[in-house]
C-alpha cells in the first residue's frame, strides 16, 4: 500500500472521476484521433499524478509498438518511437492484461528501454487496450516514485483504455461511413441521370453533382431556382401539372418527358421520372425527388422512325399514310367553310421507261425535281405527297369554285411542261392525272382517294392521258370491269372469246402474206368487248396464259386450215403479253402447238411490245434467242411509244419492227411523225428487219409507206379484223385492190 493519506486519495479519486468524465465527454465530441489521443494521455498524467503516459500502437508485421501519443519526459516523436525487443508493452500485450512493475530496475519479465532509465523511472503500470477481438495496442503511466497503483488506479486505466477502444470503434465507423460517403459522392457526381429535390413550390432543393457533366450547369447555378427556369416554353404546362401531381400523390412516380435547356448545347430531350416518398418529411427530404436522363439520342432516333413512316425519304414529302391524315383534318375544315377540297393522284406514265434507259439514280434524281416543282408551284396550304415509285397525290384544299380547282389543276400540269434535263439531253415526263372532289365525289379521306386512283386508272387507259375527274360515268365502266373480270374465267370455257384476224400485206405488190390474231370476247351482256378493255385485267389476274395459249391453239389451227384452202405463204401473227413472254415453258409450248397444227415455225409471228422486251431486257435477249432457235419470226410491236432503247434493240435479233398506227396516221400531216416513221423503216434494215406499219387507213398512207421503203402493213385500208369465217373472202378482195 501506498503511504498517502485519505485525503491526497480521495483528492486523487476526485481528480480521476473529472478526468474520466472530461475524457467521455471528448470522446463523445471526438474530433481528430491525434486530438482525442492527446487529451488521453493529458488527463492521465493529471489525474494519476504520473510523470510519463504513452499510447503505444502494436504493429504486429514488424513485432513493434509505434508511439501513438505521449505525455511526459519530452514525449518522444509521435509515429516515429518505436519499442523494440522485448518490453513491457510486449509482456502486457501477451498477458492482455494489466502489468505492474514496481521497480523496473530489478525488473526480469521483460526489457527496459534506455530512455526509461535515463528518465529515472521506478514505477510503472500498462493496460491493453482492446480493439475487434485482439489487442490494438498498450496504455501505458510510469512515476519516478517507487510507487504502488491502487485498485481504482487500475480500473481508472482500464476505462480509458476501453474509451480508447470505444473511440477508435467509432471513428474506424466514421471513416467506414466516410468511404461509403465518398463512393455516393462519386456516384452523384458520374451519374448518368441528374437526381434533385424540388420542395412543394417547385424550388430546387439539391442537385446532384452529376448535372455538371450531363448538362453543363454546376449545382449551385440551379440550386435555390424555380426548377422549370430552364424548360421550353412548350413543355412547361404538363411540367407543372406532373408537380402539382407529384404532391397530391405520395409514393406514385410519375414519368414525363420534356425539353431542359443545357449551358452549352441548347434543348435537350429528358425523360425525368418525379418521386415523392409518404414519409418526405420525416426522412428529412425537403420535397419530391426527380430523377432526370438526357433522352435526346433516343428522341431523335425516334423522330427518324416517326419521319419514315409519315415521310417519302426520296423526297421528304408526306407519305400516302400522313397523306390520307392531312386530307381527313382538311376535309372537317373544308365542311365547316363550305369549301370543295381537290384530290389530285398523279402517275407518270413513262417513268419506268427512264428508270430503264438513265438508271435508278437519274430516275430518283428526276422525281425529286418533280416534287420539287410541285411544291413551289402550289400554294403553301396545298399538300404534295410522294405515294410510291411515279405516283403522286396532292390535296387542294381551300377552293370555292370549279374554276378555282382548274386552275390549281393547271399548276400541276404546269410542272411536267417543262423538260427534265439529263446530261444534254431533255427528258420530257407524261403525267397522268385523276382527280376527286369534295364533297362531290366522297365525304372522307379513303373514299375521295379511291375515286381520284379510279379517275387516274382511266386517265392511263385513255389516249391522250392527262387529267381525268372522276365522275359517275367512271363508276359505271368500273362496275364493267368488275363484271369482266367475274366472268373472264368461265369466258374461256363458255367459248366467247375468240380471235379476228387482220390480214398483213405485202406493200409492194398489195398482197396478203399474213394476218393478226386479235381477241375479241362476245359478252353475253356487253357484247363484243375489244382487248384494250379486258387484256389488261386479265394479265393482273394471270388468266392471259389461259387465253394466251387458247389463241394460239386456235390461231395455228385457222393457219393450217388457210394454208390448206391455198394461201401456203401466210403467216399468223399473235401479240403476247409481258406474263406469257416471260413463261418459262413458252418455247415448248409453241414447239409443240407447231407440232401438233404442222405448221411450219417460220409462217409464226410472235409479236411483243417494246415495253414487254424492256421489262427484263437481259431475260429478253435470252428468250428471244431460244424462241430464234426453234426457228419462228419475231416482231416487236408498238414501236416507237415506249421509251426506245437502241441498245437493247440491236441486242435483239428480231424479224420485224411494227410501226405504231399513230405515227402512220399523223405522219402525212405532221413532218415529225413521217420522220419519225422514216426512221423506224431505216432502223429496222439496219437491223436487219423488215418493217411493218399499222394503221394504214388511206391510200396516201399506202404511197408513203412504200416511198419510206416499208416492206409490210396492215390497216382499215385493207380490212379491219374479221372473223376467221369472213378471212378467205377478204383475203381475196385485198390482191384485187392494186
Ligand atoms: P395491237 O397489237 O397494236 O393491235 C392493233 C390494233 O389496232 C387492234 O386493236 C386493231 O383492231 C387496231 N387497228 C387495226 N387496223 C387499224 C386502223 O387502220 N386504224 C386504227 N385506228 N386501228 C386499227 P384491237 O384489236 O382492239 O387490239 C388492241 C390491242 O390488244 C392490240 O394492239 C394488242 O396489243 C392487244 N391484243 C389483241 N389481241 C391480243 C391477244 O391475243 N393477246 C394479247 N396479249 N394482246 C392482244
Ligand atoms: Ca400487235
Ligand atoms: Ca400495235
Not at 174 to 197: A, P, Q, R
Not at 536 to 560: N, R
Not at 648 to 662: H, N, Q, R
Request: hydrophobic share 40%.
Amino acid at each position: 500500500m501506498s503511504s498517502e493519506s485519505l485525503i491526497e486519495r480521495c483528492k486523487r479519486l476526485e481528480k480521476i472521476g473529472k478526468a474520466a468524465s472530461e475524457l467521455l465527454l471528448r470522446l463523445l465530441r471526438a474530433g481528430g484521433r491525434e486530438e482525442f489521443f492527446n487529451h488521453a494521455c493529458t488527463h492521465i498524467k493529471s489525474a494519476l499524478e504520473v510523470e510519463l503516459c504513452k499510447i503505444l500502437r502494436y504493429e504486429p508485421e514488424r513485432d513493434e509498438f509505434l508511439l501513438i501519443s505521449g505525455h511526459g519526459f519530452g514525449e518522444g516523436v509521435v509515429g516515429k518511437e518505436v519499442v523494440r525487443g522485448y518490453s513491457k508493452a510486449h509482456h502486457t500485450l501477451q498477458e492482455g492484461k494489466p502489468v505492474y512493475s514496481e521497480d523496473v530496475s530489478s525488473e526480469k519479465r521483460f526489457e527496459v528501454p534506455d530512455f526509461i532509465k535515463r528518465h529515472e523511472v521506478v514505477s510503472g503500470l500498462s493496460v491493453p487496450i482492446h480493439f475487434e477481438n485482439g489487442v490494438w495496442g498498450v496504455l501505458g503511466v510510469y512515476s519516478k516514485d517507487r510507487r504502488r497503483f491502487n485498485e481504482e488506479e487500475v480500473k481508472f486505466l482500464e476505462a480509458v483504455a476501453s474509451s480508447v477502444s470505444a473511440y477508435l470503434e467509432k471513428s474506424e465507423l466514421l471513416s467506414e461511413l466516410s468511404k461509403e460517403k465518398h463512393k455516393l459522392e462519386l456516384l452523384l457526381t458520374y451519374l448518368k441521370d441528374v437526381i434533385s429535390i424540388i420542395d412543394r413550390e417547385g424550388r430546387v432543393r439539391y442537385k446532384s453533382p452529376s448535372v455538371e457533366h450531363v448538362f453543363g450547369w454546376e449545382p449551385k447555378e440551379l440550386i435555390g431556382k424555380p426548377f422549370h427556369e430552364l424548360i421550353h416554353p412548350a413543355d412547361l404546362e404538363h411540367l407543372l401539372a406532373v408537380k402539382e401531381r407529384v404532391f397530391l400523390n405520395p409514393e406514385e412516380p410519375i414519368s414525363i418527358e420534356y425539353r431542359f435547356k443545357s449551358k452549352t448545347e441548347g434543348y435537350r430531350w429528358v425523360e425525368a421520372t418525379f418521386f415523392l416518398p409518404a414519409e418526405w418529411e420525416k426522412l428529412g427530404l425537403e420535397g419530391a425527388i426527380v430523377s432526370e436522363r438526357d433522352v435526346t439520342g433516343r428522341k431523335s432516333s425516334q423522330e427518324k422512325v416517326l419521319k419514315m413512316s409519315y415521310f417519302d425519304l426520296l423526297t421528304g414529302l408526306p407519305n400516302r399514310f400522313l397523306f390520307l391524315q392531312k386530307l381527313e383534318e382538311l376535309i372537317k375544315s373544308a365542311e365547316r367553310r363550305n369549301e370543295l377540297v381537290g384530290v389530285v393522284v398523279i402517275d407518270i406514265a413513262n417513268f419506268k421507261e427512264i428508270n430503264d434507259v438513265y438508271g435508278i439514280d437519274t430516275g430518283d434524281a428526276m422525281l425529286s425535281e418533280i416534287a420539287h416543282r410541285l411544291v413551289n408551284k402550289l400554294r403553301s396550304g396545298d399538300v404534295v405527297s410522294r405515294f410510291f415509285s411515279d405516283e403522286f397525290g396532292v390535296i387542294l384544299p381551300n377552293i370555292k369554285t370549279a374554276t378555282g380547282l382548274n386552275k390549281a389543276l393547271e399548276k400541276i400540269r404546269a410542272s411536267f411542261d417543262e423538260p427534265l434535263k439529263h446530261g444534254e439531253t431533255n427528258v420530257l415526263l407524261k403525267a397522268n392525272m385523276g382527280v376527286a372532289v369534295f364533297p362531290r365525289d366522297g365525304r372522307d379521306a379513303g373514299t375521295l382517294l379511291r375515286k381520284a386512283e379510279l379517275a387516274l386508272s382511266k386517265a392511263k387507259d385513255s389516249e391522250n392521258g392527262g387529267i381525268h375527274f372522276f365522275s359517275k360515268d367512271l363508276e359505271e365502266r368500273i362496275a364493267t370491269i368488275v363484271l369482266i373480270k367475274s366472268r373472264l374465267h368461265e369466258s374461256i370455257q363458255n367459248g366467247e372469246i375468240f380471235p379476228y384476224y387482220q390480214p398483213i400485206v405485202k406493200l409492194k405488190e398489195s398482197k396478203p402474206i399474213g394476218m393478226e390474231a386479235l381477241v375479241r370476247w362476245r359478252h353475253p351482256e356487253l357484247g363484243l368487248i375489244s382487248p384494250s378493255r379486258f387484256i389488261q385485267i386479265a394479265e393482273d389476274s394471270g388468266l392471259i396464259l389461259e387465253i394466251g395459249e387458247f389463241i394460239v391453239d386456235k390461231a395455228l389451227s385457222d393457219l393450217s386450215a388457210l394454208q390448206k384452202r391455198g394461201f401456203y405463204d401466210m403467216y399468223v401473227a399473235v401479240n403476247f403479253s409481258t406474263k406469257q413472254f416471260l413463261d418459262e415453258n413458252l418455247p415448248d409450248k409453241i414447239r409443240h402447238n407447231l407440232n401438233a397444227h404442222g405448221v411450219e415455225p417460220r409462217h409464226f409471228l410472235l409479236e411483243i411490245t417494246e415495253s414487254t422486251a424492256m421489262k427484263e431486257p437481259a431475260r429478253t435477249g435470252e428468250v428471244l434467242e431460244e424462241l430464234r432457235k426453234l426457228g419462228i419470226q419475231i416482231a416487236i410491236d408498238d414501236f416507237g411509244t415506249g421509251y426506245s432503247s437502241m441498245n437493247y434493240l440491236i441486242e435483239f435479233d428480231v424479224d420485224k419492227i411494227k410501226i405504231d398506227k399513230s405515227f402512220t396516221s399523223a405522219m402525212l400531216e405532221n413532218p415529225k411523225a413521217e420522220s419519225v416513221v422514216k426512221t423506224i423503216i431505216d432502223l429496222s434494215h439496219s437491223l436487219g428487219a423488215s418493217a411493218l406499219a399499222e394503221g394504214i387507213e388511206k391510200e396516201e398512207h399506202l404511197e408513203k409507206l412504200k416511198s419510206l421503203g416499208c416492206e409490210e402493213g396492215q390497216g382499215y385500208f385493207f380490212s379491219p379484223p374479221v372473223e376467221f369465217d369472213k378471212l378467205e373472202n377478204v383475203l381475196e378482195n385485198i390482191a384485187d385492190i392494186k
